[in-house]
């Protein structure tokens, strides 16, 4: 099993930054691709951000390229969301989560990860 905690979370006004962070815990957590999803209000659940056991890949959704970076410390056993030029519509719970057998090309699929975490409210006002 797997544990992860978001934290970060928060109010901004458009055009700021926030940090996410997410602490694992429970099995090795260098073994583990680790991603990050979101959920605005009356949506589904979309892929931001994921990130290879290694850190050495990375992938983002169309939306937010150029704008949020996913990283890691292995070390700490945590993965951050960097976010910047928040807009209005960035506006959603903030969930991480973990992969074991992770290939590149899934790095979307929900289905790819096997363990999620509570969320973190991340509202951005215009």
């Known amino acids: 099993q797997v544990q992860l905690v978001e934290s970060g979370g928060g109010l901004v006004q458009a055009g700021g930054s926030l940090r996410l962070s997410c602490a694992a815990s429970?099995?090795?957590?260098?073994?583990?691709?680790m991603g990050w999803f979101r959920q605005a209000p009356g949506k589904d659940r979309e892929f931001v951000a994921a990130i290879s056991w290694s850190g050495g890949s990375t992938y983002y959704a169309d939306s937010v390229k150029g704008r949020f970076t996913i990283s890691r410390d292995n070390a700490k056993n945590t993965v951050y969301l960097q976010m910047n030029s928040l807009k209005p519509e960035d506006t959603a719970v903030y969930y991480c989560a973990a992969a074991l057998n992770f290939r590149g090309s899934l790095a979307g699929e929900q289905y790819a990860y096997g363990y999620w975490g509570q969320g973190t409210q991340v509202t951005v006002s215009s």
């Open positions: 429970g099995r090795t957590f260098s073994n583990y691709a």
